[in-house]
C-alpha cells in the first residue's frame, strides 16, 4: 500500500505544477510590463526624492531635503484640495447620470447598438483635442456665445475660479460619462430577469425595483466604476494643463499639475518626486478604501435564487 | 545616485578635453575648415517653429547645406512651450543636440552651471570679424561669469505699446503720452465696450512684461538689478509695492479685457483682439508686428497699428527711455556634441549666421536683426516700424533682459506663478515681494 502511495501522489503533482506554471506564464506579460514601466520608474522616481537635481545637471543625493522641501510648500495642501474637489465632484456628478444612463440604455433594446457607439465617441478623442476645442468654444470674445450672439454663454468661464471648476468637472463628465454608462448598461443586462419578474409578481413598481433589485445588484459595478473615477481623476494632466494651466491664479492646479511645473518649469526635480510618491500613496489609499467599502469579495449576491 | 553623478562629470570632463582638443585643431589648422578631408560632422539644431521666425532659421540652414554638402546640419522646430520643456529632458538625458537654441540669461547660466554648453570666448576673439558684425549690446545675456557661452542671432526684441488708431479715432482719444493718461483712457474705452488692453494672461509673461515696465519708469533699473545680483530682500524697495498695488488697481478698473486669465499667447489670440477691433492696447513684443502683418489681413496695411516705447508715470523716476525685452536670441554649442559636429557649428556661426541674407531675411520677418548696419535694408512697408524699434533698441539707456529670461528657472516659476495670483488677486503686494524674496539668487 504504501508502496503505491507515491506514485499516485507523484502523478497528481505535476498537473497540480502544471496547472500553476501554465497560470504564472500567462500572468508573465502583464507582470513584466508593470515592471518595467511601473515598478522600475516607481522605484527610481523614490530615489529621486532624495536627490537634489535640476534636470539637467549631475544629480546629487541630499537625505530629506526635497520632501522637506516640498512638505513645507504651502502649495502642496492647496493641490491636494483642489485635486479632492476635482474627484469629489466629479464622482458626484458621473455616478447618478451613468447609472441612469446604463439603466435606461440596458433596457432601451432598439437603438442600444447605435446609442452605445456613438456614447463611446467622446472616450475615443483625447483629452488635449476636447480641452482645445472647449476652450475655444467657451472663449469670451471669439466662442460660442459671442459668435451666436447668446449673452448668458458670454461668461468669464475660465477666469472665474468657481467657473473654470465646474468646467472642468463638467469636461470631465462629458469625456467619461459615456464610459461608466456602458460598463452600467453591461451590469444592469447582467441581472437576472427572474428578480424583475419576481417583484412584479409581489407588485413592486419601476422606481422600487429600481432601488431594490437594480442598485443593490450592480454595488460592485458602482465600486469598480467609482475606483476608476477616483483614482483616474488623480492623473488629470492634460485636460487642465491646456485648458487653464491650473489658473484662474492656482484655482485649478491639481496635484499632478503641481508636480509638472515643480519639476519641468522650476527644474526642482527632487521636490516634484516627492509629490509623485505622494500622489501614488494617495491613489494606493483610495483605492484601497474604495475595495474595503466593496464589503468581502466572496459574499453571494445572488443568494436565495 | 553618487554614482552616476560620478560618471556623469566625468563623461563632462572628456567632453570638455574633446571640446578643448577641436578648439587647438582649429588654431592648427588656421580657420574654420572641416577636418578628414572636407567630410566634416554632421550637426543638429532645434529650435522654434512657426511664423515669424522659422522659414529664416530655415533658410540659413538650407544655404549653409548648401555650401557645406559634406557636414549637413538638420534641423527640428518645435513650439515655443514644448520647446522649453524638450531640450531640457534632452540635456537631461544627454539626447540634446549641437546647437541649442535659447533666450540667454538665466537659462543659459543652468546650463553651463551644469556644464552642458561649450565657452565661445576664444573663438569669439580668434574669430573678431564675426563678433564684431553682432551688436555689442547683445552679448549681455550671453555672458556667464565673463565668459560667452552663446552667439547672439536674429533680432533684437524690444517690448512695446501697441495700439489699435482705428479704434482711437472711433472715441476720439488721443495715444497716451504718460501713465495719467493711459489711467484716463481706461474708463473712456470701457464706455464703448471696448477693452482698454489685450493681454495674454494664461502665458503670465504676458503680463510679466507689465510689471517689468511699471517697475522700471517707477524706480529705473536697479531694483531689478539688484535682484539679478543675488541681493537679499531686493523685493522689498518701497518701489515694487507700489508697482504691484498699480498693477492690481489696473485690474480691479477693468483694464484688461474680460476673460485675460484664460486667453494664451501662443495661439496670439490676444494679438487678434487688437487687430479684431476688441481691444485697443496691448503691451507686446516686437515680434508681435510680424504676426499680426500675417494675420490680420490688412490691419497693419492700412495703418491700423500704431506702437510707441511704454509711456513715463509721472513722478517716476526711471529713464523714460528704458526698454525691456529679448536682447537677441542665443545660440549655444553642446559640450556633449562630438568635436566634428562641433566644428561644424562653428562654422555655421562663422557664415551662415552672420552674411548678409541672414540679415536681410530677419529684416523681411519684420524684426530688427542682431548684425550691425541694417538699417539701409529697412526699406517698404515695414520700414517705420522697422526703424522705430531700431531706434528705440539703440536709444535705450537700458535694455534689460525679461525677468524670467534673465532669471534661473527655479525663480522664475515662483515669480511667474505670483504674477498670475497677483492679477488675479489672489495674493496681496505684501505676499509677492515675501514669496518673491524668498527665491533671490536660487
Known amino acids: ?305 | 545616485m553618487s554614482n552616476s553623478a560620478l560618471s556623469r562629470r566625468r563623461f563632462l570632463g572628456l567632453a570638455a578635453g574633446a571640446a578643448g582638443a577641436a578648439t587647438l585643431a582649429a588654431c592648427g589648422s588656421s580657420g574654420p575648415s572641416s577636418s578628414g578631408g572636407g567630410g566634416g560632422a554632421a550637426a543638429s539644431y532645434w529650435s522654434l517653429s512657426g511664423p515669424p521666425g522659422q522659414p529664416y532659421r530655415q533658410a540659413a540652414i538650407d544655404r549653409f547645406n548648401k555650401a557645406n554638402p559634406g557636414s549637413k546640419i538638420t534641423a527640428t522646430f518645435y513650439q515655443n512651450d514644448a520647446y522649453k520643456q524638450k531640450i531640457k529632458t534632452a540635456l537631461g538625458a544627454g539626447q540634446g543636440p549641437t546647437m541649442i537654441w535659447g533666450w540667454g540669461g538665466g537659462g543659459l547660466k543652468a546650463y553651463v552651471d551644469a556644464g552642458q554648453v561649450v565657452d565661445l570666448t576664444d573663438w569669439f576673439s580668434q574669430n573678431a570679424a564675426v563678433k564684431d558684425k553682432i551688436l555689442p549690446s547683445s552679448f549681455g545675456a550671453a555672458t556667464v561669469n565673463g565668459k560667452i557661452y552663446a552667439m547672439p542671432i536674429e533680432t533684437v526684441q524690444p517690448i512695446v505699446l501697441f495700439y489699435n488708431k482705428k479704434l482711437f479715432d472711433q472715441v476720439g482719444v488721443q495715444p497716451p503720452q504718460s501713465y495719467g493718461d493711459i489711467l484716463d483712457l481706461i474708463p473712456k474705452f470701457n464706455a464703448k465696450g471696448i477693452a482698454p488692453f489685450s493681454l495674454a494672461g494664461q502665458s503670465r509673461w504676458t503680463n510679466m512684461m507689465w510689471l517689468e515696465f511699471m517697475l522700471d519708469r517707477n524706480a529705473g533699473s536697479d531694483v531689478f538689478n539688484n535682484v539679478f545680483a543675488g541681493k537679499p530682500n531686493s523685493w522689498s524697495d518701497p518701489a515694487v509695492l507700489d508697482m504691484l498695488t498699480k498693477v492690481q488697481d489696473l485690474v480691479k478698473k477693468n483694464a484688461f479685457i474680460k476673460g485675460f486669465e484664460s486667453i494664451t499667447a501662443d495661439s496670439n489670440a490676444d494679438q487678434a483682439l487688437l487687430y479684431t477691433g476688441k481691444a485697443a492696447m496691448m503691451v507686446h513684443g516686437s515680434w508681435s508686428y510680424g504676426i499680426q502683418v500675417a494675420q490680420g489681413g490688412d490691419f497693419v496695411k492700412s495703418g491700423g497699428l500704431g506702437w510707441m516705447n511704454f509711456p513715463p508715470i509721472d513722478g517716476g523716476k526711471g529713464d523714460p527711455s528704458n526698454t525691456v525685452g529679448n536682447p537677441g536670441q542665443y545660440l549655444s554649442i553642446s559640450s556633449k556634441a562630438s568635436s566634428g559636429a562641433q566644428d561644424t557649428a562653428k562654422k555655421f556661426f562663422g557664415t551662415s549666421l552672420v552674411d548678409d541674407t541672414e540679415k536681410s531675411g530677419w529684416v523681411k520677418s519684420g524684426g530688427v536683426p542682431v548684425l550691425k548696419d541694417s538699417d539701409s535694408l529697412f526699406t517698404g512697408d515695414d520700414a517705420q516700424f522697422l526703424k522705430d524699434m531700431s531706434s528705440i533698441a539703440s536709444k535705450a539707456k537700458v535694455f534689460a533682459q525679461s525677468w524670467d529670461q534673465a532669471l534661473s528657472p527655479t525663480a522664475a516659476e515662483t515669480l511667474l506663478d505670483n504674477i498670475a495670483k497677483l492679477f488675479q488677486l489672489q495674493v496681496s503686494p505684501q505676499q509677492w515681494v515675501d514669496a518673491l524674496n524668498g527665491v533671490i539668487g536660487k
Open chain 1, 1 to 305: 500500500m504504501t508502496a503505491l502511495a507515491p506514485p499516485a501522489a507523484r502523478v497528481k503533482a505535476p498537473t497540480a505544477r502544471g496547472g500553476r506554471s501554465g497560470v504564472t506564464w500567462m500572468a508573465l506579460p502583464a507582470l513584466l510590463m508593470f515592471l518595467a514601466f511601473g515598478l522600475v520608474p516607481l522605484i527610481g522616481v523614490l530615489l529621486l526624492s532624495f536627490t537634489t537635481w535640476d534636470g539637467i545637471g549631475p544629480i546629487t543625493p541630499s537625505g530629506l531635503t526635497s520632501w522637506r522641501n516640498a512638505l513645507s510648500d504651502r502649495e502642496l495642501p492647496h493641490a491636494l484640495w483642489v485635486t479632492f474637489e476635482i474627484m469629489a465632484i466629479s464622482w458626484l456628478v458621473q455616478t447618478p447620470i451613468s447609472i441612469l444612463i446604463g439603466t435606461f440604455m440596458a433596457a432601451f433594446k432598439r437603438y442600444r447598438g447605435f446609442l452605445a457607439v456613438l456614447y463611446f465617441i467622446p472616450l475615443l478623442l483625447s483629452s488635449a483635442a476636447i480641452s482645445i476645442t472647449f476652450k475655444a468654444l467657451i472663449d469670451p470674445n471669439f466662442g460660442i456665445g459671442s459668435g451666436l450672439g447668446v449673452d448668458w454663454l458670454k461668461q468669464n468661464w475660465l477666469g472665474e475660479p468657481k467657473l473654470a471648476m465646474g468646467v472642468l468637472v463638467f469636461i470631465v463628465s462629458w469625456q467619461y460619462i459615456p464610459f461608466h454608462s456602458l460598463i452600467y448598461q453591461g451590469a444592469v443586462r447582467q441581472i437576472p430577469a427572474s428578480l424583475y419578474e419576481a417583484s412584479k409578481i409581489d407588485g413592486a413598481g419601476g422606481m422600487r425595483q429600481f432601488f431594490s433589485i437594480t442598485l443593490p445588484q450592480i454595488k460592485y459595478t458602482i465600486i469598480t466604476s467609482s475606483t476608476l473615477m477616483v483614482v483616474g481623476s488623480l492623473t488629470f494632466f492634460d485636460l487642465i494643463y491646456v485648458l487653464t494651466g491650473g489658473g484662474p491664479g492656482d484655482s485649478t492646479r491639481a496635484l499632478a499639475l503641481e508636480m509638472y511645473q515643480k519639476g519641468f518649469m522650476a527644474n526642482l526635480m527632487g521636490p516634484a518626486s516627492a509629490i509623485a510618491m505622494i500622489l501614488v500613496l494617495v491613489g494606493v489609499i483610495l483605492a484601497q478604501i474604495l475595495r474595503r467599502l466593496g464589503g468581502r469579495g466572496d459574499e453571494s449576491q445572488l443568494e436565495g435564487m
